[in-house]
């Protein structure tokens, strides 16, 4: 009777966990939900976990990578942050690729290519850890008044959608398990070749969905 308890209580905190991935993915997507201005009295401060937009016209070169591994081995993402400057002048900390600021502002004085500005949709999340100590630092640096509380993420859409896959994944594979199980699939014999197909399609899923995993927990 217990280990029927065990069994149960380990599939609702399993299902849990994959509700939780999949709720927060959609949130970060900004699924059913349009990205609104920042507004004049606004600052992203006041957004957090919303999904704004804002016209740059002016930004840094990466003032702080952070390096995200396993065990400090295996190498599992690393950030880049940057400060920019929109038209009506606040002061904003974002997180993009490594080459964000090559391909969207001019090397001599750090304005924006387009001449109109760069409008740019992100998700403002809260910033802590390595990346808050480093970007407090650099800030000194540009304004005493500004003080990064939060940034915006260029690609949190990208992160949300991983989150979806983490928990749409399992419950995909437990209904192929199902169909395989009543085509006979499952109860062929490991050393024939149908079977060491299944095992090697199995074994490489198994590591794509866990790198999926630690990428995608090491960058949110």
Known sequence: MKDVIGAILGCLVIVGLLGCAIFFGGRMMGIGKDPHE??????????????????????????????????????????YYFFAITDDYKLLTIRAEKDWFEKNFNEEDYSSKNPDGLKVK???????????????????????????????????DRYGLYLLLIGVIP????????????????????????GKAFMIV???????????????????
């Open 122 to 156: 992100a998700y403002v999340r809260e910033l802590n850890g390595d990346a808050e100590i480093i970007c407090k630092k650099e800030a000194k640096s540009v304004s005493t008044a500004f003080n990064p509380t939060v940034y915006l993420d260029i690609h949190a």
């Open 171 to 194: 419950i995909i594979l437990c209904i192929v398990g199902v169909i395989l199980h009543k085509a006979g699939v499952l109860n062929t014999q490991l050393d024939s070749s149908v």
């Open 38 to 79: 920042l507004g004049k009295a606004q600052t992203p401060a006041d957004c957090k976990t919303e999904w704004i937009t804002v016209n740059i016209v002016s930004a840094s070169k990466p003032v702080c990578e952070i390096k995200h591994s396993m065990s400090y081995v295996i190498p599992t993402g690393k950030e």
């Open 202 to 220: 199995l074994i490489v899923s198994f590591f794509a969905y866990a790198a999926l995993m630690l990428h995608t927990f090491a960058m949110i």
